[in-house]
T-cell receptor, first 113, second 115 residues
């Protein structure tokens, strides 16, 4: 158990819908990272927040957005969902703003029908 | 172009045997290199992390090596167990001084250990 929690574990929805994925970092960690892992694809970095502020952006679509709240939990919002958005979404956390050790959560499996 | 290439793409070995996974990278400026183990459907778990000055690091039956000159790393697994069946991911970070760098992920090597 990494100490990072993600909810829900599974999510099934239809095209065009909007969903919110939630992540709670390890106690004491200030950075939260979001990743997407499609079937047979490697991990794709989406976005990083540090202490409530956006710090780095990767291959995140404009239909996707994220935020980190004062209690340091983070939410990833996915809108106008397409079939291709079906994937595992991982959250990771780390103590520092930089590229230190990251601890991954168990992931949320999103299925878009 | 910053890239991380892993080989082989997949590997099948018998329980108790050793194996070595390879990672070649072109990421610059190099900051550190990590190896993660990812069980199917679960989040990656860190095995080792190495900086420029380190060329070997062990974690139990896992030993990672780094040659910063040739930009190659390997992960050696000794006396494999069924539970070693997983995807092994090489991740290289690029640093730009005090500013946040980037992480570059390999596609992973899928290891299957047979009894």
């Amino acid at each position: 158990d990494s100490g990072v929690t993600q909810t829900p574990k599974h999510l099934i929805t239809a095209t065009g819908q909007r969903v919110t994925l939630r992540c709670s970092p390890r106690s004491g960690d200030l950075s939260v990272y979001w990743y997407q892992q499609s079937l047979d694809q490697g991990l794709q970095f989406l976005i990083q927040y540090y202490n409530g502020e956006e710090r780095a952006k990767g291959n995140i679509l404009e239909r996707f957005s994220a935020q980190q709240f004062p209690d340091l939990h983070s939410e990833l919002n996915l809108s106008s969902l397409e079939l291709g958005d079906s994937a595992l979404y991982f959250c990771a956390s780390s103590v520092s703003e930089g590229l230190g050790e990251q601890f991954f959560g168990p992931g949320t499996r999103l299925t878009v029908l | 172009k910053n890239q991380v290439e892993q080989s082989p793409q997949s590997l099948i070995i018998l329980e108790g045997k050793n194996c070595t996974l390879q990672c070649n990278y072109t990421v610059s400026p190099f900051s550190n290199l990590r190896w993660y183990k990812q069980d199917t459907g679960r989040g990656p778990v860190s095995l080792t992390i190495m900086t420029f000055s380190e060329n070997t690091k062990s974690n139990g039956r896992y030993t990672a090596t780094l040659d910063a000159d040739t930009k190659q790393s390997s992960l050696h697994i000794t006396a494999s167990q069924l539970s070693d069946s997983a995807s092994y991911i090489c991740v290289v970070s690029a640093s730009r001084g005090s500013t946040l760098g980037r992480l570059y992920f390999g596609r992973g090597t899928q290891l299957t250990v047979w009894p």
